[in-house]
């Protein structure tokens, strides 16, 4: 949590936020993984339920969301930053879509470590690159296990690309609409 407050400050003052923002971010920071070694088990049973199907790795953001709302915080932006850093969200504001980047690619994870040094030093002046790309890899490991594609972070993936999903342009394409 440390390393990606880290980043999520850096960024933060990189993008000229006031210094009230920067600590916000920080918060967000040090809050996303509270639960993330809690018992999965548990945290479905405390999970709201659009999001209890979610794979036991990824239930720690929601539930933790969740407590922080109960416990009074009413920052939603906030709050849906905790709860979408793993899967990603059509909403997501900066602090959240930061979040999302820094979890994925600071600098205490094994894999591709090369890789992930230069997509975080490329924020936030890449951001909508550095963003295309995190979540780009995190939609091709969620094929790879087979897990199906929460709605989401389809959503996510077609607002950075600068499309709407088909239910925001009224329902499912057909074959009527030459698609």
């Given at each position: 949590m440390k390393r990606?407050?880290?980043?999520m400050e850096g960024w933060a003052r990189g993008l000229g936020l006031p210094e009230?923002?920067?600590?916000?971010?920080?918060?967000?920071?040090?809050?996303?993984?509270?639960l993330r070694d809690a018992d999965w088990d548990d945290l479905?049973?405390?999970?709201?339920?659009?999001?209890?199907?979610?794979?036991g790795p990824l239930l720690h953001g929601p539930v933790a969301s969740q407590r922080l709302w109960e416990e009074g915080v009413e920052d939603q932006e906030f709050l849906t930053a905790v709860a979408y850093h793993t899967?990603?969200?059509?909403?997501l504001e900066a602090m959240g879509q930061a979040l999302f980047v820094?979890?994925?690619?600071?600098?205490?994870?094994?894999?591709?470590?090369?890789?992930?040094?230069?997509?975080?030093?490329?924020?936030?002046?890449e951001w909508d690159r550095v963003t295309r790309i995190v979540t780009a890899t995190r939609i091709h490991?969620?094929?790879?296990?087979?897990?199906?594609?929460?709605?989401?972070?389809?959503?996510?993936?077609?607002?950075?690309?600068?499309?709407?999903?088909?239910?925001?342009?009224g329902g499912d394409p057909g074959p009527e609409d030459g698609r």
């Open positions: 990606v407050a880290s980043l009230s923002e920067v600590l916000r971010w920080r918060a967000a920071a040090y809050l996303h993984d509270v479905r049973k405390q999970a709201p339920p659009a999001v209890r199907d979610l794979p899967v990603g969200y059509p909403e820094a979890d994925f690619v600071e600098p205490g994870r094994r894999e591709d470590r090369e890789w992930r040094r230069q997509l975080r030093e490329s924020m936030p002046e490991r969620i094929l790879q296990r087979e897990w199906p594609l929460r709605r989401e972070t389809v959503g996510f993936w077609n607002r950075l690309v600068g499309q709407k999903a088909p239910d925001d342009q």
